[in-house]
């Protein structure tokens, strides 16, 4: 069974490496935010989308990246949460 709170990764050479976040995942961090400073940092880093937030690593800002994200989330949800890698490749001609 799929864990309900999910962040998919997608990274592909050269490019920056991008996730997404579900909508149940934006909902747990909305609720989180009131007890925790890093929740609510991440919510300012992350653009809402129909399929629920995006987040993107940014080369000029290395504090936060997608692992650092992926491990705040399992410290908050343990079982309930889970990354899915995507990893999205381009084959060559």
């Known amino acids: ?5 999910q962040m998919a990764t997608r990274s592909r050479f050269g490019f920056s490496k991008k996730a997404q976040l579900n909508p149940a995942l934006i909902a747990a961090l909305a609720i989180s935010a009131p ?7 991440i919510q300012k880093d ?3 989308n129909p399929e629920g937030a995006e987040f993107l690593e940014a080369a000029s800002f290395p504090g936060r990246t997608v692992q650092k994200l992926d491990a ?8 309930e949460y889970g990354l899915v890698d995507g990893l999205e490749r381009k084959d060559a001609p």
Request: proline share 4%; aromatic share 8%.
């Open 72 to 79: 705040h989330f399992r410290s908050h949800w343990k079982e």
């Open 46 to 48: 992350i653009l809402l």
């Open 35 to 41: 007890q925790c400073e890093a929740c609510v940092e």
């Open 1 to 5: 069974m799929a864990p309900k709170l």
